[in-house]
């Protein structure tokens, strides 16, 4: 009776499947997770505001008032402007600069990780499929590079970088275009694209281990024996079956470079003033926190809200193109 039942629940279940595809699945699962589902709607809608900051934030995030310095919540002016999260230290709207300081995360949230996912899978790749001499060497570059000190090498590249931005007009060729974009930027573009060409180690290795994995199957093989080339069957077959476990682990390091970025900001390193980030706010105003906490706990707040959607996020994508976590 119980094994009636059992395939009663298998047939269901089958039925349910039926003409949807290994995505649909992923999908159904995803939408499934309610915190992972919750969490998306939050980073769509969070890139939304980060998109149209300059029509939702209610102040310039860069206009200061003295006479309403360390002003609390619901503060009206004068001439009747409401501050709803209350002014900081220099009568700054604080929830127009925490608007404003979402494109910042964001921003270190995309770039950095679309730079770390293109390094890690092309390097990834071409160890995995390679000779075992190759990809003896090349993995054994990627160990010696872990043990290098990631966070101050970050560090010292930002230390050069706001040195030469005040003499960057006098700098020519590759090095004075990069400092000019970066000034024009507010002083955030290096710094994504170091975080970026440094977190592609992680990446690499998973690429590697899913190309061993894949080049052994028997389509691969298969290919091989109707004469593909290599590099056919790596965009063609290869790549396309590992990209998804790659974007899973790519979304799960999101958090790290936000709070990574947030970690350069907060002592100095970061973004140029009066560029608004989350990192900056709370260095700039944590001496207020016992007189004045909604300066330190509102750019907190979204930057712990920020961290967990992604994580939530990441966990979700995961569990979804895990076959194993299916109707679980």
Partial sequence: MASAN???ETQAVMSTRKGRSPLGDAMHQLLNNRVAFISGVFIIALILVAIFANQIAPHPYDGFALKLTDEPPMTRSD???LFILGTDKLGRDVLSRTIHGARISLAVAFIASIVSLIIGVLYGLIAGYGSQSRDNLMMRIVDFLYGFPFIIAIILIQVV???????????????GALINIDQAMGGIFIMFIAIGLISWLGMARIVRGQTLATKRKEYIEAARAVGDKDGRIIMRHILPNIIGPCIVAETLAIPGYILLESFLSFIGLGANPPTPSWGIMISENVGALRTAPWEVFVPSIALTLTVLAFNFLGDGLRDAFDPRMRDK
């Fill in 161 to 175: 970088v706001k040195a030469y931005s005040n003499s960057a007009e006098g700098l020519s060729g590759i090095w």
């Fill in 79 to 81: 001439d009747g402007e």
């Fill in 6 to 8: 059992l395939s009663l």
